[in-house]
């Protein structure tokens, strides 16, 4: 059956929302950043590419306590 929602629940869900759409973007933002980052030190260096998977590594762990943080 289709229940009519609260306005308590709408603010809930519409609270939800908004901790999941800050935590994508501030993934987003810092696996860009380290990305760039990770961009500019192989131009200068040719970095092997066990160390290219410890930066990225470090960048997905970095989006997960962001994430975790946020909401």
């Known amino acids: 059956m ?3 929602k609260q306005p308590a629940d709408i603010r809930g869900t519409i ?3 908004r901790i999941l759409v800050a935590a994508m973007l501030a ?3 810092t696996l ?3 990305m760039v980052v990770v961009h500019l030190v ?3 260096q040719q ?3 066990a160390d290219l998977a410890n930066e990225l590594l ?3 762990a ?3 306590v962001i994430a975790l943080l946020v909401s």
């Open 2 to 4: 289709n229940q009519v």
């Open 15 to 17: 609270r939800t929302m």
């Open 27 to 29: 993934g987003v933002i």
């Open 32 to 34: 860009t950043a380290v």
């Open 42 to 44: 192989q131009e200068e």
């Open 47 to 49: 970095l092997p590419l």
């Open 58 to 60: 470090i960048g997905v």
């Open 62 to 64: 970095v989006f997960a």
